[in-house]
């Protein structure tokens, strides 16, 4: 991830963060839409983060523009496959990944001051609360959202 001050992120970090976000994302909608056409429709989860929207961008502004440009190409295939019964979502988790353990044992302060700007006061445990909610909105009772940002973050981030 092409993390740090603008000034430090090199061109071969920038470029290594669109090639594993956006760019991984946008060849696997294009892979996966003629088998969802051939089976009349489905839904595309794209990952995302709320650290493009962040309350202080400092050291976090390349990371925050490859995942902004993750939200840009669902809600463009949204628009364009919609009619064709896909629908696109980018969800934006704060989950008990690997990264994010990376991230809380390499910034404890940061961290702390982060947890407590999430009203739930937790992160989200991967299976229970990430998992079960990718699984709704995968459901035919969401069949009529398309093209959103879901933040499955306890309440911390402010989409609109």
């Not at 079960?132 to 309440?155: F, H, K, N, Q």
Request: aromatic residues 8%.
């Amino acid at each position: 991830m092409p993390n740090g001050k603008l000034l430090d992120v090199s061109d071969e970090a920038f470029l290594a963060g669109f090639e594993s976000g956006p760019l991984a994302s946008f060849r696997l909608m294009k892979l996966a839409h003629p088998h969802m056409i051939a089976r009349g429709g489905g839904v595309i989860v794209n990952l995302a983060s709320s650290a493009g929207i962040r309350w202080d961008m400092t050291g976090y502004g390349a990371y925050g523009a490859v995942k902004q440009a993750t939200r840009v190409l669902t809600r463009a295939a949204a628009a364009e496959w919609g009619r064709q019964g896909i629908r696109v979502l980018t969800i934006a988790p704060h989950a008990e990944s690997p990264g994010l353990k990376w991230w809380i044992a390499n910034n404890p302060e940061e961290a702390e001051a982060f947890f407590r700007t999430i009203p739930l006061g937790r992160i989200g445990k991967l299976e229970e609360d990430i998992g079960r909610a990718v699984a709704a909105l995968c459901s035919p009772e969401m069949a009529y959202l398309t093209g959103a940002t879901i933040p499955l973050d306890g309440g911390q981030a402010n989409f609109d």
